[in-house]
T-cell receptor
Framework: AQSVTQPDIHITVSEGASLELRCNYS??????LFWYVQSPGQGLQLLLK??????LVQGIKGFEAEFKRSQSSFNLRKPSVHWSDAAEYFC????????????FGTGTQLKVEL | GAVVSQHPSRVICKSGTSVKIECRSL??????MFWYRQFPKQSLMLMAT?????????EQGVEKDKFLINHASLTLSTLTVTSAHPEDSSFYIC???????????FGAGTRLSVL
């Protein structure tokens, strides 16, 4: 069955430090890949997406993600974390031909220490 | 552009009553809307997919008579939780797309608490 794995449930980083959130997927074909951020009690905001082409994708708020087909991964990175980045981050995939349904990972809670 | 409004943001109701949640696309026509449920500190689980003018498609394990979904227009979908019970307490989030190739735009969610 298709699945999205975010191995890290919680991550704590110091403000100004770099960040990498991991995401792995299991599908036969290359899916469409997304990263969303959710602040407490809020909906989801799209950070970036990958459909095809350049495997390094730039998003909003200084985030980027790299698609690695060989590793079935789509890790999210940020060179320097700000305190306002503290939130829940979800990786998600859409399988082509799957009716545009999003399958979400379990999420990674990011805490930023000042 | 592509703003999705969800109302109410929070609702508290008594057990046995029904609650309606609205999801509106404010500046685009949404051919498809999705309804998700999110338990505390968990991921989003897709409940159903609704297309304008047709019956919703429910995911396995979701009771269609419990969670009534109506997508009467290209800008409005509603989720009605019928005869709500405490176990229905959750965070419900909707999303909308303009077409099958579009990304999903999310509402801010509705916190339902059933007493």
């Amino acid at each position: 069955a298709q699945s999205v794995t975010q191995p890290d449930i919680h991550i704590t980083v110091s403000e100004g430090a770099s960040l990498e959130l991991r995401c792995n997927y299991s599908y036969g074909a290359t899916p469409y890949l997304f990263w969303y951020v959710q602040s407490p009690g809020q909906g989801l905001q799209l950070l970036l997406k990958y459909f095809s082409g350049d495997t390094l994708v730039q998003g909003i708020k200084g985030f980027e993600a790299e698609f690695k087909r060989s590793q079935s991964s789509f890790n999210l990175r940020k060179p320097s974390v700000h305190w306002s980045d503290a939130a829940e981050y979800f990786c998600a995939v859409v399988v082509t031909g799957g009716g545009n349904k999003l399958t979400f990972g379990t999420g990674t809670q990011l805490k930023v220490e000042l | 552009g592509a703003v999705v409004s969800q109302h109410p943001s929070r609702v508290i109701c008594k057990s046995g009553t029904s609650v309606k949640i609205e999801c509106r696309s404010l500046d685009f026509q949404a051919t498809t809307m999705f309804w998700y449920r999110q338990f505390p500190k968990q991921s989003l689980m897709l409940m159903a997919t609704s297309n304008e003018g047709s019956k919703a498609t429910y995911e396995q394990g979701v009771e269609k008579d419990k969670f009534l979904i109506n997508h009467a227009s290209l800008t409005l979908s509603t989720l009605t939780v019928t005869s709500a019970h405490p176990e229905d307490s959750s965070f419900y989030i909707c999303s909308a797309t303009r077409d099958r190739a579009d990304i999903q735009y999310f509402g801010a969610g509705t916190r339902l608490s059933v007493l």
